[in-house]
């Protein structure tokens, strides 16, 4: 075990051991709250960007990460302008979108392109690898305006290297 992990065992089993039955309430309470399940967004609520991006009935990759941001312009070059998603192991089945509602840092304001990447095992790490990762990207910017915006479906496509 690490040292800076004992210190920290250690410290927690210290607060708890000078804890007060009004510490314990509180604690309770809190504990409800994080039972209760988070209602995801929905489409119409306020700074709410929601996107299916389709998988391919082709594809047969083993995905890693898929990754979803904002640019001011395509192709990206560098660091997404918004970042707003990134997840690893995502659960992929050929020819079925993956719905998203992402409401975390979708921007009030401004016109951004939607650039996603589906990463494969075997593929790239910043950028796609062409012929191994797949790219879903918007074919228009989108105008955010603090409201809820759908886009529909997005199509994933086998990255070949060129826009």
């Known amino acids: ?23 314990e309430t509180v604690a309770a309470e809190d ?19 929601c996107v299916s991006l389709l ?18 312009s395509l192709p990206p070059a560098g ?3 918004i970042f707003l998603m990134d997840e690893d192991a995502p659960q ?19 016109k ?11 593929g790239g790490e910043w950028m796609p690898e062409p012929g ?3 790219v879903a990207t918007s074919e228009e910017p989108y105008a955010f305006e603090g409201k809820g915006l759908d886009v529909g479906e997005v199509a994933l496509e086998l990255y070949q290297g060129e826009w």
């Open 55 to 72: 998988v391919p009935e082709s594809y047969e990759g083993s995905p890693r990460n898929l990754f979803v941001g904002l640019y001011d």
């Open 132 to 134: 191994i990762d797949y």
């Open 92 to 110: 992929i089945i050929p020819g079925k979108a993956i719905s998203l509602a992402l409401q975390e840092d979708v921007p009030d304001s401004g």
């Open 31 to 49: 504990t409800a709250a994080l039972d209760q399940p988070m209602e995801a967004p929905s489409c119409s609520d306020d700074s709410v960007l």
């Open 1 to 23: 075990m690490r040292i800076q992990t004992l210190i920290a065992l250690s410290l927690s089993l210290a607060a708890c051991a000078t804890s007060t039955p009004e510490d």
């Open 79 to 81: 660091p997404p302008t």
């Open 112 to 122: 951004y392109f939607i650039y996603s990447v589906l990463y494969d095992q075997t």
